[in-house]
């Protein structure tokens, strides 16, 4: 490649490169002329013009306050939330929990997202295989506890585990509660 310096031919071409861009360079710079006086005579007839007249601000009629009859108890006494009990307010349940028991491993998932996949018998005890939520597979028996509800095994068949909870009772005290899991397809 030649040096442009010295070719006759790359300098012609910037001449005409230059020349081509030229008119274009100048309608560019001829829209930044300094002459703004037909824009200042429209700003000062714009200001001779006579103010609008404002609308006065609308005058408000007070509110007429109205006293419904039978309506004096205050609404924001939140007493009213408190819930009504029946007759029956203290529990005379005998049912307790053994906050001293150590918590099994099944326990800390809800019943409702354990599921009985299998029994099996082992020295003529028999077992429910559990799966749960981590899809673990857990081996419980009678005795062995289940679910938050301090649920407690009481049986196993190959349909299902039986099982009893623990629940409140409403009224300060809890109840036993029989319930099951099947056998998951």
Same mark, same amino acid.
């Given at each position: ?8 031919? !790359? ?15 100048? !309608?560019?710079?001829? #829209?930044? /002329?300094?002459?703004?006086? %037909? ?12 103010? #609008?007249?404002? *609308?006065?601000?609308?005058?408000? @009629?007070?509110? *007429? ?6 309506? *004096?108890? $205050?609404?924001? %006494?939140?007493?009213?939330? !408190? ?5 029956? @307010?203290?529990?005379? /349940? ?5 906050? $001293?028991?150590?918590?099994?491993? +099944? *326990? ?14 082992? %020295? ?18 009678? &005795? ?6 301090? &649920? ?7 349909? &299902?585990?039986? +099982? ?7 009224? &300060? ?9 099947? +056998? /998951?397809?």
């Amino acid at each position: 490649m030649a040096d442009p310096r010295t070719n006759p031919l !790359a300098r012609w071409g910037r001449l005409i490169t230059v020349l081509a861009t030229a008119p274009l360079l100048a !309608a560019a710079l001829s #829209g930044c /002329s300094t002459d703004i006086r %037909d824009l200042e005579q429209y700003v000062e007839q714009t200001k001779a013009r006579p103010g #609008g007249r404002v *609308e006065p601000i609308p005058e408000v @009629e007070p509110h *007429e306050v109205f006293i419904y009859p039978g309506h *004096e108890r $205050d609404p924001f %006494d939140s007493s009213i939330l !408190a819930p009504r009990l029946p007759d029956r @307010e203290i529990s005379t /349940s005998t049912v307790t929990i053994d906050p $001293d028991r150590p918590q099994e491993y +099944l *326990e800390s998932y809800p019943l409702d997202t354990l599921r009985m996949v299998g029994t099996l018998e082992q %020295d003529g005890t028999q077992w429910a295989l559990v799966r749960t939520p981590d899809r673990t597979i857990q081996r419980v028996t009678a &005795g062995n506890h289940m679910g938050q509800n301090h &649920g407690r095994i009481t049986g196993i068949r190959e349909t &299902g585990v039986q +099982l009893t909870e623990i629940i409140p009772d409403g009224f &300060g005290g809890y109840m036993e509660q029989d319930t099951s899991i099947a +056998l /998951s397809e």
